[in-house]
């Protein structure tokens, strides 16, 4: 049974597209983050919801939103899609000690 | 503002002990955590710590320094799938419950 799940796990598109990726967790967690993580490995909190309520906006450009339908969900959909977005995009879940979901790596052409 | 900083390369060798620092400094230290990342994969939770001292788990022990804005991973027997990159993490409560991360240290171990 996976806890944190994410769809899909490859994403291949080109410059100025939109496109989403999908999560969901099925621990009961009322708290989820999406954190990106670059080249160079650094790891870096995007967003936080706590039931479907947002709490933390780093500085992360208007393209990106995060969708909650419910407390077990936390999409994050992406607009106009630049090089600089190609990185690896974790899902996560967990107040205290957090679960991350496999990862989804998004190349941009 | 947060600042975490810890080595970014390792080695050792089998059976040997490791010490991987840390040392932050946030707004308002709300708990500091040690994830494990093996390449290609997602990071896994080793320990979390939020009073000063050590917490032992297995072969691996994390120590808190609060006063001193300092954290220890120690990892003891090491094994070959030991190597991976090691992320220290600090909660800042002003910031959530959202983990603010270290850039990670790759660790080797070699035969």
């Known amino acids: 049974d996976t806890a944190v799940s994410q769809t899909p796990k490859y994403l291949v598109t080109q410059m100025g597209n939109d496109k989403s990726i999908k999560c969901e967790q099925n621990?009961?967690?009322?708290?989820m983050y999406w954190y990106k993580q670059d080249s160079k490995k650094f790891l870096k909190i995007m967003f936080s919801y706590n039931n479907k309520e947002l709490i933390i906006n780093e500085t992360v450009p208007n393209r990106f939103s995060p969708k909650s339908p419910d407390k077990a969900h936390l999409n994050l959909h992406i607009n106009s899609l630049e090089l600089g977005d190609s990185a690896v995009y974790f899902c996560?879940?967990?107040?205290?000690?957090?679960?991350f979901g496999p990862g989804t790596r998004l190349t941009v052409t | 503002g947060q600042n975490i900083d810890q080595p970014t390369e390792m080695t050792a060798t089998e059976g040997a002990i490791v010490q991987i620092n840390c040392t932050y400094q946030?707004?308002?230290?709300?708990?500091l955590f040690w994830y494990q990342q093996h390449a290609g994969e997602a990071p896994t939770f080793l320990s979390y710590?939020?009073?000063?001292g050590l917490e032992e788990k297995g072969r691996f022990s994390s120590f808190l320094s609060r006063s001193k804005g300092y954290s220890y991973l120690l990892l003891k027997e090491l094994q070959m799938k030991d190597s991976a990159s090691y992320l220290c993490?600090?909660?800042?409560?002003?910031?959530?419950?959202?983990?603010?991360f270290g850039k990670g240290t790759t660790l080797s171990v070699s035969s």
């Open positions: 946030t707004s308002g230290f709300n708990g």
């Open positions: 710590n939020v009073l000063d």
């Open positions: 621990l009961g967690h009322d708290t």
């Open positions: 996560a879940s967990g107040a205290y000690e957090q679960y």
């Open positions: 993490a600090v909660r800042d409560g002003q910031a959530g419950t959202a983990l603010i």
